[in-house]
């Protein structure tokens, strides 16, 4: 399967978003985190879809300073557009 990193084709600066659904924060190995995405981590922050959910909205509501170079989405409707394109790149479970 092929990567999908963080910020869309071709972005450089973020983790990849492969598998992401049920994926501890900040625990892809070799990917230098923040300290704001460490200590989300650090307080349990998972990805599941309704954390995902407020983070792609809000991030900020989620993780307190964090160095992604993005605001959220209003639209709940391109929320749930983003969600179910990531989830595209989560091996289905039993596979
Ligand atoms: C819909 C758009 C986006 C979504 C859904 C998204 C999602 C995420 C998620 C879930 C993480 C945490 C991953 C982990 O814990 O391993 C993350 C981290 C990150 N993303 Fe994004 N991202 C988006 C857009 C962007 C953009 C536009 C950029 C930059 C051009 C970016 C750069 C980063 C960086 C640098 C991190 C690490 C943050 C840190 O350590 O504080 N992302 N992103």
């Known amino acids: 399967m092929r990567q999908l990193p963080c910020g869309g084709e071709g972005a450089k600066s973020g983790p990849h978003l492969n598998d992401l ?7 892809l190995e070799g990917f230098s ?3 704001g995405m460490l200590e989300a ?3 349990g922050v998972v990805w599941d879809l309704e954390t995902l959910s407020k983070f792609i909205t809000k991030p900020r509501s989620v993780v307190n300073g ?4 993005f605001t959220g989405l209003r639209s709940p409707e391109d929320v749930a557009n983003v969600i179910a394109y990531i989830a ?4 289905p479970p039993g596979q």
């Open 21 to 27: 659904i049920g994926r501890p924060a900040a625990s």
């Open 33 to 35: 985190y923040s300290d």
């Open 41 to 43: 981590a650090e307080a």
């Open 66 to 69: 964090s160095n992604m170079a």
């Open 88 to 91: 595209s790149f989560s091996t």
